[in-house]
């Protein structure tokens, strides 16, 4: 764990609320995540970083090739930064205004592929920009959950799109349709990339157990909708996997890249897997303006809860100094967070403590600006998605 020390001695010019960004372990989680696809290239997955010099650097990187964005209008901004030429919308949109941009601009045309699942999303794009629009790149997404016995549904709920069959009737309505173009297919399995299974609970074997059995049935069907797919489309690629399954998602020969993005960034979701552990790379800053007794510290701000069901596991973590627990009974808070351990009793007002968001991306969504550090030092400051004045939703 780093010396709390080193971020205090680093910012010690600025004013808590702030966010950092460790340098050294975001480069060693892009490594990680490089020796893990095991030559697979890694789409970069823009919601786990919203913040343009951190998404530049990562794709520097050898091993690192195309952008995976959540918004159209978020693809079309980075389109006009030059961030890409290749960019994946994973998530089908609605937006006219965004289709209209999208059809208008070669460029954009040429570089942005986006996401479909069903033939009402080809409705969608022809309603907002006319029957007689461009070609436009689309992708097929197959539903990656796991549906043992045909009783349960466990993963995502995305697409409805789950057999081969289901999958090669589709890519032949759109390829029939004039004004688009097949180039792609993906499946996220998010019970598998997005689920631990180290967190110490009595559930992690059977997390694990389902983990295997998920990960071999949808190899198989995958293989299989893809070949179905390409005896209608050639498809340029094959999409799969996320931080938590790259090494499982790139040994199969029908994937030709994986999608990734929260491995760079640690956050507290990804310190109970047992296929990797990143370096926490991001924290955040709130100081201290209460003591309500000798082992509480109350800090200012904190209410960063991260999206997905309600539960301890998406309540921000503290970090540094170590020992220190939010309350349960108060939890992180709109305008004050208490924290409690050992540590509190040597805090005092305007002291500083550092804590880990549950999700990558979303810490991005509360601050303008990222101080990067290395060595020790601030070397730059940044400015997030927010601090560009963009919010995609």
Same mark, same amino acid.
């Given at each position: 764990?780093?010396?709390?020390?080193?971020?205090?001695?680093?910012?010690? +010019?600025?004013?808590?609320? &702030?966010? @950092? =960004? !460790?340098? *050294? #372990?975001?480069?060693?989680?892009?490594?990680?995540? $490089?020796?893990?696809?095991?030559?697979?290239?890694?789409?970069?997955?823009?919601?786990?970083?919203?913040?343009?010099?951190?998404?530049?650097?990562?794709?520097?990187?050898?091993?690192?090739?195309?952008?995976?964005?959540?918004?159209?209008?978020?693809?079309?901004?980075?389109?006009?930064?030059?961030?890409?030429?290749?960019?994946?919308?994973?998530?089908?949109?609605?937006?006219?205004?965004?289709?209209?941009?999208?059809?208008?601009?070669?460029?954009?045309?040429?570089?942005?592929?986006?996401?479909? +699942?069903?033939?009402?999303? &080809?409705? @969608? =794009? !022809?309603? *907002? #920009?006319?029957?007689?629009?461009?070609?436009?790149? $689309?992708?097929?997404?197959?539903?990656?959950?796991?549906?043992?016995?045909?009783?349960?549904?466990?993963?995502?709920?995305?697409?409805?799109?789950?057999?081969?069959?289901?999958?090669?009737?589709?890519?032949?309505?759109?390829?029939?349709?004039?004004?688009?173009?097949?180039?792609?297919?993906?499946?996220?399995?998010?019970?598998?990339?997005?689920?631990?299974?180290?967190?110490?609970?009595?559930?992690?074997?059977?997390?694990?157990?389902?983990?295997?059995?998920?990960?071999?049935?949808?190899?198989?069907?995958?293989?299989?909708?893809?070949?179905? =797919?390409?005896?209608? #489309?050639?498809?340029?690629?094959?999409?799969?996997?996320?931080?938590?399954?790259?090494?499982?998602?790139?040994?199969?020969?029908?994937?030709?890249?994986?999608?990734?993005?929260?491995?760079?960034?640690?956050?507290?979701?990804?310190?109970?897997?047992?296929?990797?552990?990143?370096?926490?790379?991001?924290?955040?800053?709130?100081?201290?303006?209460?003591?309500?007794?000798?082992?509480?510290?109350?800090?200012?701000?904190?209410?960063?809860?991260?999206?997905?069901?309600?539960?301890?596991?998406?309540?921000?973590?503290?970090?540094?100094?170590?020992?220190?627990?939010?309350?349960?009974?108060?939890?992180?808070?709109?305008?004050?967070?208490?924290?409690?351990?050992?540590?509190?009793?040597?805090?005092?007002?305007?002291?500083?403590?550092?804590?880990?968001?549950?999700?990558?991306?979303?810490?991005?969504?509360?601050?303008?600006?990222?101080?990067?550090?290395?060595?020790?030092?601030?070397?730059?400051?940044?400015?997030?998605?927010?601090?560009?004045?963009?919010?995609?939703?």
């Amino acid at each position: 764990m780093t010396s709390p020390d080193v971020f205090d001695l680093a910012t010690k +010019d600025l004013d808590p609320p &702030l966010a @950092v =960004v !460790d340098l *050294a #372990a975001f480069d060693a989680n892009a490594e990680d995540l $490089v020796r893990r696809a095991n030559g697979t290239p890694i789409r970069l997955v823009s919601k786990s970083i919203r913040c343009r010099y951190l998404i530049d650097r990562a794709l520097a990187k050898p091993g690192f090739a195309g952008l995976m964005c959540y918004s159209l209008a978020e693809a079309l901004w980075h389109v006009e930064n030059g961030t890409s030429d290749d960019i994946l919308v994973a998530y089908p949109t609605v937006d006219h205004g965004a289709l209209r941009r999208l059809v208008r601009d070669e460029r954009a045309r040429e570089t942005v592929t986006i996401m479909i +699942d069903s033939v009402a999303h &080809l409705d @969608v =794009v !022809d309603a *907002a #920009a006319g029957h007689d629009h461009p070609p436009v790149r $689309v992708c097929l997404e197959l539903d990656a959950s796991w549906r043992p016995f045909g009783l349960v549904h466990v993963g995502t709920r995305r697409s409805p799109v789950f057999s081969p069959r289901q999958a090669a009737d589709l890519a032949r309505k759109v390829v029939a349709r004039k004004g688009f173009r097949l180039v792609g297919l993906m499946a996220y399995e998010g019970q598998i990339a997005g689920f631990p299974d180290a967190t110490g609970s009595r559930t992690d074997g059977a997390v694990r157990w389902m983990q295997r059995r998920s990960a071999a049935e949808l190899a198989r069907r995958r293989a299989a909708a893809v070949r179905a =797919v390409r005896e209608v #489309a050639e498809l340029e690629f094959v999409n799969g996997g996320g931080s938590g399954s790259i090494e499982l998602t790139s040994a199969e020969r029908a994937v030709t890249e994986v999608a990734a993005g929260s491995g760079l960034i640690g956050s507290t979701l990804f310190d109970g897997y047992t296929r990797f552990r990143p370096r926490p790379a991001a924290f955040f800053a709130l100081p201290v303006v209460h003591k309500p007794t000798n082992n509480i510290a109350t800090l200012f701000s904190g209410g960063y809860i991260a999206s997905g069901p309600p539960s301890k596991s998406r309540l921000p973590a503290p970090y540094l100094p170590a020992g220190l627990e939010l309350l349960p009974l108060e939890g992180a808070g709109e305008v004050q967070t208490p924290v409690r351990g050992k540590a509190a009793r040597d805090l005092r007002l305007g002291d500083r403590v550092w804590l880990r968001h549950a999700k990558a991306g979303e810490l991005a969504e509360r601050f303008t600006h990222y101080h990067i550090v290395v060595d020790g030092q601030v070397v730059r400051t940044v400015p997030t998605y927010r601090g560009e004045q963009q919010n995609f939703g």
